[in-house]
Nanobody
Framework: QVQLVESGGGLVQAGGSLRLSCAAS????????MGWYRQAPGKQRELVAT???????SYADSVKGRFTISRDNAKNTVYLQMNSLKPEDTAVYYC??????????????WGQGTRVTVSS
């Protein structure tokens, strides 16, 4: 059994910063990619940023230049540094991991979500 545990959400004023963390724990596993998604009220869940085991990263256009995704492979943890936050960044942020929990098959896992609220 694999769990993704997120932390770091909260309330911040526009222009401020927050750092989200997500740690994978549980049985033995191989992580292929980790990332962050978000879901604002009344909207569909959308991709924010991803990073692969090889270190490749990708970002949604709306967060490029403001958010940075990074990963600590030794700790099985992914981070999302969010700077210059805007009210439209308000959402529940979900951690996602593309991994294989040995000896099961590869699939996507989700965290429970952490709320980010940006006030104007």
């Amino acid at each position: 059994q694999v769990q993704l545990v997120e932390s770091g959400g909260g309330l911040v004023q526009a222009g401020g910063s927050l750092r989200l963390s997500c740690a994978a724990s549980g049985s033995r596993f191989i992580i292929y990619a980790m990332g962050w998604y978000r879901q604002a009220p009344g909207k569909q869940r959308e991709l924010v940023a991803t990073t692969t085991s090889g270190g490749n990263t990708s970002y949604a256009d709306s967060v490029k230049g403001r958010f940075t995704i990074s990963r600590d492979n030794a700790k099985n943890t992914v981070y999302l540094q969010m700077n210059s936050l805007k009210p439209e960044d308000t959402a529940v942020y979900y951690c996602n991991a593309d991994l294989a929990a040995i000896p099961t098959t590869r699939r996507n896992y989700w965290g429970q979500g952490t709320r980010v609220t940006v006030s104007s």
